[in-house]
């Protein structure tokens, strides 16, 4: 993300993102499907590896293989990426005297360098890239274990196809958002309003999908299909306003430590996310008739 901020001019910040965001997105669909039709190559693929090769004595082999090539080529890639921010020694011919400034008009005027710990604006962006990140994940965690429970308990009694159809159908939109629209969105609304709207939709959204148990056959894949799409919209139209936001909070110099360390927590929260969520789920799949907070 910062190296994004830095190669795009102001106005393809927004742009910018939504493609990290989306080659993002791929990965996460392409890996686990890439990782699963390698797995054990000799009892899916008999007719091109043998048993008794390496690949059958080790049937995760071939993926791990695959994976580490892949990353071979980010490496090798990287030698050719220009440094955003490259640094260059003065020569000694080069250097020209000149009138100094006052002390206090040089304080003034020069930008003052405060830790990102003290920088507030970047504080509060990450807070809200954490939480949102939380909610994002337990979303995602229980959307498919809730379509396929069944009715009795609140569920959609779905096949893992049908869910599967639902899931792409999600992340076909979102690459159309991101890579069409989403600019446009920001260019009229902005980071801050659009996060902001994107948040309050999405809570409406998800509202929404237990009042679905009462639906059947078209409605009901009108329904889920329709409320799907809109949530992976919303969502990353927040994601990405909030990263914006966090990107413009802080130096240049200071944009890939704030990054990393954004990262890191929300990768924590994105953690705990799972557990919690998958605690309540259960929880209230037990509860269903309890006179304090039904499932």
Not at 1 to 20: D, K
């Amino acid at each position: 993300q910062a190296y994004a901020i830095e190669v795009c001019q102001a106005e393809h910040h927004a742009l910018g993102l939504s493609v990290v965001n989306t080659a993002w997105g791929f990965g996460l669909v392409i890996g686990p499907a890439l990782g699963g039709y390698l797995a054990q190559p000799a009892e899916k693929y008999p007719q091109i590896f043998s048993k008794e090769s390496v690949f059958g004595r080790f049937p995760y082999f071939l993926p791990c293989v695959a994976v580490s090539l892949l990353a071979a080529i980010v490496l090798i890639s990287c030698i050719w990426m220009p440094e955003t921010i490259h640094k260059h020694k003065s020569p000694e011919k080069d250097i020209q005297k000149v009138k100094a400034l006052p002390s206090e008009q040089s304080y003034l005027d020069s930008p003052r360098k405060k830790s990102l710990l003290q920088n507030w604006p970047w504080m509060s962006t990450m807070v809200s890239y954490c939480f949102f990140g939380l909610h994002d994940t337990a979303y995602s965690e229980i959307l498919s274990l809730w379509a396929v429970s069944d009715r009795k308990y609140g569920g959609l009694s779905f096949s893992s196809e049908d869910i599967g159809g639902v899931l792409a159908v999600a992340g076909a939109s979102l690459l159309v958002y991101q890579l069409i629209i989403y600019h446009w969105v920001h260019k009229f609304l902005g980071p801050v309003i659009s996060s902001r709207v994107a948040s309050a939709l999405s809570i409406l959204i998800v509202s929404t999908y237990p009042f679905m148990t009462y639906l059947s056959g078209a409605k009901l894949s009108f329904a889920l299909y329709s409320a799907a799409m809109m949530r992976s919209v919303v969502a990353i139209t927040a994601s990405t306003g909030i990263s914006l936001l966090q990107n413009h909070a802080v130096r240049q110099d200071q944009r890939g430590t704030a990054n990393g360390i954004s990262t890191t927590a929300m990768s924590f929260f994105k953690a705990i996310a799972p557990i919690g969520a998958g605690y309540l789920f259960s929880w209230a799949q037990k509860h269903q008739d309890s006179t304090f907070f039904p499932g």
